[in-house]
């Protein structure tokens, strides 16, 4: 993997692309817009017939910077840096940073493939990849840019969500969870699977940043003395469990959550609609209340791991 970092202190998981790989892609490149030069020099010589040998020169040469210099550089510029060649290796052209490329990397690129490519028929790109340590050629070293991988094996695809602490178990299942959005769901769950790759610093602040806007959805206090990665996590953990119970309850069964306050706690009921299993209806089901008394109380009014004015309930990992 690539060390490419973030504005945010993440380590970025990309794969460079290497010789091999990049030579197919560059083959198929080649292919194509060697096709169209050929049609359109044909084309250019029944047109430039009745022309002098000068102007004919010049149509050719201007035919040979648009085909074989220009367009490389558009298709890269209005794809962000995937050619068809590389569309077919599974490549792309991205940024130091791992973002997309602009038209002035593509010109870069451009303009110095026409000189370690086209004029020493790949030589000077060959060595260049080979001595790189991410397999980069001199357009990339001038632009910025890389070319990675994008296409991966299905176990490096595979985001590995870390499991919350064991003590942590069966914690939130009484919680409310139907007011949090997809959006902040999405946004702990690249936290959870980019946690370690984060700073410390960076991470922790996101991590409480993340952890205060769930429980003002939840509207339920914070457990105290709980970091915000291992809220985080839990909140997850108990998320999946119920989508997991979800996907596999029988054919015909619904099942709703009323919340209902009263005396400062929250009591969930989950009623099923329809009959069970061998034609007995089920009762509703109503998990125990949520623990009131020195556990629950100064949850919400913590001062978030010694920061002073924010009240998040939140303890800094040890």
């Given at each position: 993997m690539s060390g490419l970092v973030t504005g945010d202190a993440v380590v970025l998981g990309l794969e460079p692309a290497r010789l091999p790989s990049r030579a197919l892609?560059?083959?198929?490149?080649?292919?194509?817009?060697?096709?169209?030069?050929?049609?359109l020099m044909i084309g250019l010589a029944f047109a430039t017939a009745s022309l002098d040998e000068a102007a004919v020169t010049a149509l050719s040469i201007a035919a040979f910077l648009l085909v074989l210099v220009g367009a490389p550089i558009a298709v890269e510029t209005l794809t962000h840096?995937?050619?068809?060649?590389?569309?077919?290796?599974?490549?792309?052209?991205?940024?130091?940073?791992?973002?997309?490329?602009?038209?002035?990397?593509?010109?870069?690129?451009?303009?110095?493939?026409?000189?370690?490519?086209?004029?020493?028929f790949g030589a000077i790109a060959c060595v260049a990849s080979l001595v790189s340590e991410r397999g980069r050629r001199l357009g990339d070293v001038f632009a910025g840019t890389l070319v990675v991988r994008e296409r991966l094996p299905a176990a490096a695809r595979t985001a590995y969500v870390p499991p919350p602490p064991p003590w942590l178990a069966g914690r939130f299942s009484g919680l409310d969870l139907s007011a949090v959005p997809e959006g902040l769901w999405l946004e702990v769950r690249q936290?959870?699977?980019?946690?370690?790759?984060?700073?410390?610093?960076?991470?922790?602040?996101?991590?409480?940043?993340?952890?205060?806007?769930?429980?003002?959805?939840?509207?339920?206090?914070?457990?105290?003395?709980?970091?915000?990665?291992?809220?985080?996590?839990?909140?997850?953990?108990?998320?999946?469990?119920?989508?997991?119970?979800?996907?596999?309850?029988?054919?015909?069964?619904?099942?709703?959550?009323?919340?209902?306050?009263?005396?400062?706690?929250?009591?969930?009921?989950?009623?099923?609609?329809?009959?069970?299993?061998?034609?007995?209806?089920?009762?509703?089901?109503?998990?125990?209340?949520?623990?009131?008394?020195?556990?629950?109380?100064?949850?919400?009014?913590?001062?978030?791991?010694?920061?002073?004015?924010?009240?998040?309930?939140?303890?800094?990992?040890?």
């Open positions: 892609a560059l083959f198929v490149d080649l292919l194509v817009v060697g096709a169209v030069y050929v049609v840096g995937r050619s068809l060649g590389k569309l077919v290796c599974g490549l792309r052209v991205v940024r130091d940073d791992g973002g997309p490329i602009r038209f002035r990397h593509a010109l870069v690129r451009g303009a110095m493939g026409a000189v370690e490519i086209l004029m020493t936290y959870l699977t980019r946690e370690r790759e984060l700073d410390p610093v960076v991470g922790r602040r996101l991590a409480e940043r993340l952890a205060d806007e769930m429980v003002a959805r939840t509207g339920a206090p914070a457990p105290p003395g709980v970091p915000a990665g291992a809220y985080l996590a839990g909140v997850g953990a108990e998320r999946q469990a119920r989508d997991a119970r979800r996907a596999l309850a029988p054919g015909g069964e619904t099942a709703t959550t009323e919340v209902t306050e009263t005396t400062g706690a929250t009591e969930v009921a989950r009623s099923r609609g329809g009959r069970g299993r061998g034609g007995v209806t089920e009762a509703p089901v109503t998990p125990p209340a949520a623990k009131s008394g020195p556990e629950v109380e100064g949850a919400g009014g913590g001062t978030g791991g010694g920061r002073e004015g924010r009240a998040t309930g939140f303890a800094p990992p040890a």
